[in-house]
């Protein structure tokens, strides 16, 4: 007995002790900038002074620290895919080593375009987050001939009936102040572009595929699955619409967002963060299908040829920072909330 008495009241100390306690001072972050991979991350590293380094328990082996500056603006590589993404968020935010109550987040990542709604470059601001791997599927060679694939929604009949909305994870609405004025702070930001890339987008023969790149605002589909090609391509505009009322347009995909998402959504419960100053960019890498007459098994495979990864990478910060800088300058106007123009 008095062992056990003993050994309950080790625990007790030990769970008490400072170890397991809040840190005395944390880290006031005014814009947090969420990155999925190195690249992405680097370009921020290279262009803004993030060198206050925190190492926080539970992010990527190989990227465990937080990047800060002085002014404020800090900087996290996640990982890619679902799980990466909610892992370190999660292990960003339940550290508590930093204030992130006021903090603005911005999830910059590059993603597969459509070429009709953008090129490679193209940097696009969403408004809506779109969960495409929560679906029901059949192959399409098991599935009813009128099926226009092997997809549609959970506990429906056909393609074209919107299921319930029962995950709570399928739609994300970012708020619409927040990402109207990201897009009006960068519309007129020349964005780069490379030979390589204007050589892949001229055989598309349309606009906007074939065109410069440039700053927009359309919607994002995310999925663990890297999906391609038209028919699949396809699918994924309808889902969007479908989930939406017909209010989303979606233009690029990704796979890391509405889990991203779904985690300060939670956090935002317990009022350790605010999900209406999240915003979401993401700029294309690579086209989501062929041009007219092409391959889209070709397009895929050889998408790192088309020349559109570094202009991609380096428009996320051409266009990602006017919204930052715009946020840590003006920060006493900013920390109240989006201000009026």
Known sequence: MRMYQWIVTSIIVLLSSNSFAEPKSKITVKVMIVSMF??????????????????????????????????GVCQVTTGMGYANAAASISALIYSRQF??????????????????????????????????????????????????????????????????????TEVFKLNDELVNRAFSLSESVKLTDSPSAQKARAVYGYAPANAAPAVVQCDTLSSDTWFSGTHLTERADVWASELTDHHAV???????????????????????????????????????????GGSDASTLLNYQSAGGFEPAVMNLYLAGNTLVQEIARHWSAWRRGVPPR
């Not at 991350?41 to 937080?66: F, I, N, Q, Y």
């Not at 006021?102 to 990542?109: D, F």
């Not at 060679?141 to 299921?163: F, H, V």
């Open 250 to 292: 979606a233009c690029t995909s990704q796979q890391e967002d509405n889990a991203t998402f779904a985690v300060l959504m939670r956090a935002a419960g317990e009022h350790l963060v605010d999900t209406n100053r999240v915003a979401v960019l993401r700029t294309g890498s690579d086209f989501d299908r062929a041009p007219p």
């Open 99 to 168: 204030d992130l109550q006021k903090t603005y987040w911005l999830i910059a990542g590059v993603a597969g375009i459509n070429p009709a709604r953008g090129t490679l470059g193209t940097a696009a601001w969403a408004h809506y987050l779109v969960d495409f791997g929560l679906q029901w599927e059949l192959d399409k060679r098991d599935a009813p001939a009128a099926w226009p694939s092997g997809y549609l929604g959970i506990n429906t009949m056909s393609p074209a009936e919107k299921p319930q909305l029962i995950y709570g």
């Open 38 to 71: 190195g690249p992405e991350g680097e370009v921020w590293r290279s262009h803004r002074v993030l060198d206050r380094l925190t190492v926080v328990p539970g992010l990527l082996p190989a990227d465990s620290a937080v990047h800060c500056g002085r002014d």
